[in-house]
């Protein structure tokens, strides 16, 4: 590269890098549409389930009638005609319109949300500059990052519902599928490509599962909401274990042909409290996304569309048995998968719960990746265009997001590391934080979603605050607030997870929470669903009760190195209790 100056070689790089991303996403795609079966009717597979089910004696629920009446994509002129008149969606309308990626989110909000699709979470630094702008013209001027690495834009009024769409795919961006009954944003190592210790860069399959669904009707016709993960065995945790399908990489040396596979799982879903089953299926790389529509294909035939409460895969697998699932998606995708039996598999090295956040060293050399912590996953649009312009100045012109609600820049010099940092900074963000509010998630709450008993963001805020003042917490921890049973912030994973409640208090209701404790995810050594600690606890006594139990943490653990989930794991919660007592606000 002769000729050319320093900042020259480094945009030329990544322009070639994009080109080489793109070719093996085109060849992985075209492969998974050569083996996947074909159909002479998309909607055949889902029309044929529904048969099924009222041949058997069954009624369809209200959202399987509507579907079967006329499918939510044909229904963009219902769309566009209420926007022209300056109307919300009303009854079965509103479920209907999520299929495009409008939440109509009232009473919460007069207003819409509009959830995207960003696959793998990553973002070109224009694309993140234009949604920007379209939040200020068309939405409340800002967006939330979601714990699938997605971005959320509300306080969409009705007649802007087209345009912000508009804006949307201008930016080479979609959301169409990202809500209803669909298949959710793909998510993939934040770390993707950059990451020192990653067997395989998720960025091509995440992007060839997100155009195989967007190209697939069948894949908009399930009985209930689908997500996938592809986990890389990078530093930061994808959490592919809490998924309906998750890949996980592994590096097999002898038995089979050795080389990177992928171990496939089904059917986590853990607001039911359910991680992914290990199937003991092993995947090559270009055999994952063909294998994920065969799941998909064999879920649209076999889910319940009688009961919306039993619909998720989970429940399939417990009235099939996963071997018997397992032995239909075999059929729809027309060969035996390969058994893991055999196959030696070399440990993985720990995924790290904070691994995002702070200046790390990437795998190329003198570059490095920024975690930044980002307020509860809430960034202005002036934010945004910020940190767009830092990652085109300073890095590789893209913005990850993470499933921890914060985001990365990439492919920062070393030597303008420093630089970076105060940019941030003025945009009142950071690259550092306690290790109380690095680990700290919280849904929309209340304020944006009709479905929570209390105000998630809000509280989590107040809490950081309250614990940051009291309790010098030395190692990650994670605090996961959600509002409703949905469980978007995933309590039960959390070391400390906290179920908005309304609690009683005299002839009133108050916002309060149900404690859970020593959950944990993407890791066998810390993989369990948390235990109900305390249960309908007023807001205003929750943060001295987590107080109480973080400082007897600090002062029983059994070594300075032993984590909240182990302290709390080799105990009943019963002792616990005891050792944490309780605090003076909560005293009878």
């Given at each position: 590269?002769?000729?050319?100056?320093?900042?020259?070689?480094?945009?030329?790089?990544?322009?070639?890098?994009?080109?080489?991303?793109?070719?093996?996403?085109?060849?992985?795609?075209?492969?998974?549409?050569?083996?996947?079966?074909?159909?002479?009717?998309?909607?055949?597979?889902?029309?044929?389930?529904?048969?099924?089910?009222?041949?058997?004696?069954?009624?369809?629920?209200?959202?399987?009638?509507?579907?079967?009446?006329?499918?939510?994509?044909?229904?963009?002129?219902?769309?566009?005609?209420?926007?022209?008149?300056?109307?919300?969606?009303?009854?079965?309308?509103?479920?209907?319109?999520?299929?495009?990626?409008?939440?109509?989110?009232?009473?919460?909000?007069?207003?819409?949300?509009?959830?995207?699709?960003?696959?793998?979470?990553?973002?070109?630094?224009?694309?993140?500059?234009?949604?920007?702008?379209?939040?200020?013209?068309?939405?409340?001027?800002?967006?939330?990052?979601?714990?699938?690495?997605?971005?959320?834009?509300?306080?969409?009024?009705?007649?802007?519902?087209?345009?912000?769409?508009?804006?949307?795919?201008?930016?080479?961006?979609?959301?169409?599928?990202?809500?209803?009954?669909?298949?959710?944003?793909?998510?993939?190592?934040?770390?993707?490509?950059?990451?020192?210790?990653?067997?395989?860069?998720?960025?091509?399959?995440?992007?060839?599962?997100?155009?195989?669904?967007?190209?697939?009707?069948?894949?908009?016709?399930?009985?209930?909401?689908?997500?996938?993960?592809?986990?890389?065995?990078?530093?930061?945790?994808?959490?592919?274990?809490?998924?309906?399908?998750?890949?996980?990489?592994?590096?097999?040396?002898?038995?089979?042909?050795?080389?990177?596979?992928?171990?496939?799982?089904?059917?986590?879903?853990?607001?039911?409290?359910?991680?992914?089953?290990?199937?003991?299926?092993?995947?090559?790389?270009?055999?994952?996304?063909?294998?994920?529509?065969?799941?998909?294909?064999?879920?649209?035939?076999?889910?319940?569309?009688?009961?919306?409460?039993?619909?998720?895969?989970k429940y399939v697998l417990d009235r099939m048995g996963l071997g018997a699932f397992v032995a239909e998606v075999e059929k729809e995708y027309g060969k035996p998968l390969r058994r893991?039996?055999?196959?030696?598999?070399?440990?993985?090295?720990?995924?790290?719960?904070?691994?995002?956040?702070?200046?790390h060293r990437q795998k190329q050399a003198g570059r490095n990746y920024l975690g930044l912590v980002l307020p509860v996953g809430r960034l202005t649009s002036e934010q945004m265009r910020?940190?767009?312009?830092?990652?085109?100045?300073?890095?590789?012109?893209?913005?990850?997001?993470?499933?921890?609600?914060?985001?990365?820049?990439?492919?920062?010099?070393?030597?303008?590391?420093?630089?970076?940092?105060?940019?941030i900074n003025a945009l009142g963000l950071g690259i550092e934080a306690s290790a109380i509010r690095r680990g700290l998630v919280a849904c929309t709450g209340n304020a944006g979603c009709?479905?929570?008993?209390?105000?998630?963001?809000?509280?989590?805020?107040?809490?950081?605050?309250?614990?940051?003042?009291?309790?010098?917490?030395?190692?990650?921890?994670?605090?996961?607030?959600?509002?409703?049973?949905?469980?978007?912030?995933?309590?039960?994973?959390?070391?400390?997870?906290?179920?908005?409640?309304?609690?009683?208090?005299?002839?009133?209701?108050?916002?309060?929470?149900?404690?859970?404790?020593?959950?944990?995810?993407?890791?066998?050594?810390?993989?369990?669903?948390?235990?109900?600690?305390?249960?309908?606890?007023?807001?205003?006594?929750?943060?001295?009760?987590?107080?109480?139990?973080?400082?007897?943490?600090?002062?029983?653990?059994?070594?300075?190195?032993?984590?909240?989930?182990?302290?709390?794991?080799?105990?009943?919660?019963?002792?616990?209790?005891?050792?944490?007592?309780?605090?003076?606000?909560?005293?009878?």
């Amino acid at each position: 590269m002769t000729g050319f100056d320093d900042q020259q070689k480094q945009w030329l790089q990544g322009f070639v890098s994009g080109l080489e991303a793109r070719k093996a996403a085109d060849k992985l795609a075209k492969r998974s549409a050569a083996s996947a079966a074909p159909s002479n009717n998309a909607d055949a597979l889902q029309m044929a389930a529904q048969d099924r089910t009222l041949a058997a004696g069954g009624k369809l629920v209200a959202e399987e009638t509507a579907k079967r009446q006329r499918h939510p994509l044909d229904r963009w002129d219902e769309v566009e005609g209420r926007a022209k008149a300056g109307q919300f969606p009303k009854g079965i309308d509103v479920f209907l319109t999520k299929c495009q990626g409008l939440f109509y989110v009232a009473p919460a909000q007069d207003s819409f949300m509009c959830r995207l699709r960003i696959p793998n979470g990553i973002l070109s630094a224009w694309q993140f500059r234009g949604l920007a702008d379209a939040a200020d013209a068309h939405g409340g001027g800002y967006a939330d990052v979601t714990t699938r690495a997605n971005l959320q834009i509300r306080e969409i009024g009705a007649a802007q519902a087209v345009d912000l769409l508009n804006a949307v795919q201008a930016l080479g961006l979609t959301s169409r599928g990202s809500g209803a009954d669909n298949i959710r944003n793909i998510t993939g190592g934040a770390t993707a490509g950059i990451d020192c210790q990653e067997l395989f860069d998720t960025r091509p399959l995440c992007s060839a599962m997100h155009h195989y669904i967007l190209n697939h009707r069948e894949m908009y016709g399930l009985p209930r909401k689908f997500n996938i993960a592809f986990d890389g065995g990078g530093r930061v945790p994808t959490l592919e274990d809490t998924n309906d399908i998750g890949f996980v990489a592994c590096r097999v040396t002898g038995g089979i042909e050795p080389g990177a596979y992928f171990h496939l799982q089904l059917g986590g879903i853990t607001g039911h409290l359910d991680f992914a089953f290990e199937t003991g299926v092993l995947l090559k790389p270009d055999e994952c996304v063909a294998v994920a529509a065969a799941v998909v294909r064999a879920f649209v035939a076999h889910g319940d569309r009688t009961n919306r409460q039993k619909a998720r895969l989970k429940y399939v697998l417990d009235r099939m048995g996963l071997g018997a699932f397992v032995a239909e998606v075999e059929k729809e995708y027309g060969k035996p998968l390969r058994r893991a039996a055999g196959a030696m598999i070399a440990p993985r090295l720990m995924a790290d719960k904070h691994g995002h956040i702070g200046v790390h060293r990437q795998k190329q050399a003198g570059r490095n990746y920024l975690g930044l912590v980002l307020p509860v996953g809430r960034l202005t649009s002036e934010q945004m265009r910020g940190l767009a312009e830092i990652s085109e100045r300073f890095g590789g012109g893209t913005v990850r997001l993470t499933v921890w609600q914060n985001l990365l820049i990439s492919d920062v010099a070393d030597r303008d590391v420093g630089i970076c940092i105060a940019a941030i900074n003025a945009l009142g963000l950071g690259i550092e934080a306690s290790a109380i509010r690095r680990g700290l998630v919280a849904c929309t709450g209340n304020a944006g979603c009709k479905f929570a008993a209390a105000n998630t963001k809000g509280h989590a805020l107040r809490l950081a605050d309250y614990l940051e003042a009291r309790v010098a917490v030395d190692l990650p921890i994670n605090i996961h607030l959600t509002g409703c049973h949905h469980s978007c912030a995933q309590h039960y994973v959390g070391d400390i997870g906290l179920l908005a409640a309304k609690v009683e208090r005299g002839e009133d209701s108050v916002e309060g929470y149900h404690v859970y404790i020593g959950g944990g995810a993407a890791s066998t050594a810390e993989q369990a669903m948390a235990r109900e600690y305390a249960r309908s606890v007023a807001f205003d006594d929750l943060p001295p009760l987590i107080e109480c139990l973080l400082a007897a943490w600090l002062a029983h653990r059994a070594a300075p190195t032993e984590s909240f989930f182990e302290f709390t794991r080799r105990r009943e919660v019963a002792a616990l209790r005891d050792l944490a007592g309780r605090p003076a606000a909560l005293v009878a």
